[in-house]
């Protein structure tokens, strides 16, 4: 039997109603890539402005910086914008970068000098794991996170001597900044 031809008519038609239903399909797709999906496993956001901030990630393998001194003590790098805890032998068990407030010390080294589990930080962010070494500028400089995990930018107009980071890294810091550990602050 011969093979029926279809008129024009007929596949044009067909060819339309194919590519509405492609161009359908990923009108849809493109719809739902544009919302937000809850996950189960999602934790509740820190915050709109957090975004501004990416999360860092704690790591061991950036060099501690030359000239950051010896034995146990918490580098901070003001151009890297990072924390390195020494212990005494010298090698790093954490590094991570960090939300520096307006306010920074100037290089050289200090000691822990205050700690504080908790409070109000000059953002007005509940923040924790407070550890004070310096002071600049008449504003008090001192590393903490904050309490849900969020990383606003600082104030405008604002001098704050906060440098945040995330609360994994503030938990790490406070387990190993006691009162009298060595800061050495570095460019």
Do not use: C
């Not at 050289?108 to 500028?137: C, L, M, N, P, W």
């Amino acid at each position: 039997m011969p093979a029926r031809r279809l008129p024009s008519w007929a596949w044009v038609t067909g060819l339309t109603a194919g590519a509405i239903a492609v161009v359908t399909v990923l009108a849809m797709q493109a719809d739902q890539g544009s919302r937000p999906v809850a996950k189960a496993s999602s934790r509740p956001s820190a915050s709109a402005s957090a975004s501004a901030h990416p999360t860092p990630k704690p790591t061991k393998t950036a060099a501690v910086p030359d000239g950051s001194g010896t034995g146990r003590r918490i580098v901070y790098s003001l151009g890297q914008r990072r924390v390195w805890l020494v212990d005494a032998s010298n090698t790093t068990s954490r590094t991570f970068t960090v939300w520096p407030g307006t306010v920074s010390p100037a290089t050289g080294t200090y000691t822990v000098s205050v700690r504080k589990d908790a409070t109000t930080g000059s953002d007005g962010v509940q923040i924790e794991h407070i550890i004070y070494f310096a002071a600049a500028s008449g504003v008090n400089v001192a590393f903490s996170n904050a309490v849900d995990g969020s990383s606003p930018p600082p104030a405008s107009g604002t001098q704050t001597g906060g440098i945040r980071m995330p609360k994994a890294d503030g938990t790490a810091l406070w387990a190993f900044g006691a009162t009298g550990t060595k800061v050495t602050v570095v460019t």
